[in-house]
T-cell receptor
Framework: DAGVIQSPRHEVTEMGQEVTLRCKPI?????LFWYRQTMMRGLELLIY????????DSGMPEDRFSAKMPNASFSTLKIQPSEPRDSAVYFC??????????????FGPGTRLTVL | EDKVVQSPLSLVVHEGDTVTLNCSYE??????LLWYKQEKKAPTFLFML????IEKKSGRLSSILDKKELSSILNITATQTGDSAIYLC???????????FGKGTKLTVNP
């Protein structure tokens, strides 16, 4: 079974440009999480969805960041306009429904974003 | 505020050594603790612990939870260079699916 799929794997863009990161969760998982990882701040949760509904977006840095989950198999994280301080690795993770198993999140390979 | 603290932050050992990584937590309504291994890519799941004193084992890796001490340890015996990675500890935030991660322990195993 395929794991979490993210695209693109690498993105280099210029300051001010719009960036869209994509994620396909594991089939049957009903929670999806977007994280950002940097050396300075470690792994930070940006937003998570349950059954396609945003539950907690308190980690989204500012209005330049937005996330959507139009259906159970697809989510996007958009940054507009991008800034150099957004450079990081962005991970998507998903978890299965029900009981304690839902605590276990499975991570995608990440998108390494560089904003020049 | 919920938090997870890992120690040491980094560790350098020789192949064949045994290492112990530590994780302590403060969280309301504790329900589980998770360990992940992160090499040069995404974190991969190792263990989920829910009960005190019950060891989880996978090959040379093992982990145990102590709810009284609000902590967990991850042991790696007979280390190999392939064990070099960042090991992350996480707990779900009370009443939420959010995981609170520690900063990680960077393990380097030299040949």
């Amino acid at each position: 079974d395929a794991g979490v799929i993210q695209s693109p794997r690498h993105e280099v863009t210029e300051m001010g440009q719009e960036v869209t990161l994509r994620c396909k969760p594991i089939s049957g998982h009903n929670s999806l999480f977007w994280y950002r990882q940097t050396m300075m701040r470690g792994l930070e949760l940006l937003i998570y969805f349950n059954n396609n509904v945003p539950i907690d977006d308190s980690g989204m840095p500012e209005d330049r960041f937005s996330a959507k989950m139009p259906n159970a198999s697809f989510s996007t994280l958009k940054i507009q306009p991008s800034e150099p301080r957004d450079s990081a690795v962005y991970f998507c993770a998903s978890s299965p429904p029900g009981g304690r198993e839902t605590d276990t999140q499975y991570f995608g390979p990440g998108t390494r974003l560089t904003v020049l | 505020e919920d938090k997870v603290v890992q120690s040491p932050l980094s560790l350098v050992v020789h192949e064949g050594d045994t290492v112990t990584l530590n994780c302590s937590y403060e969280v309301t309504n504790f329900r589980s603790l998770l360990w992940y291994k992160q090499e040069k890519k995404a974190p991969t799941f190792l263990f989920m612990l829910t009960s005190s004193g019950i060891e989880k084992k996978s090959g040379r890796l093992s982990s145990i939870l102590d709810k009284k001490e609000l902590s967990s340890i991850l042991n790696i015996t007979a280390t190999q260079t392939g064990d070099s990675a960042i090991y992350l500890c996480a707990v779900p935030q009370g009443g939420s699916e959010k995981l609170v991660f520690g900063k990680g322990t960077k393990l380097t195993v030299n040949p």
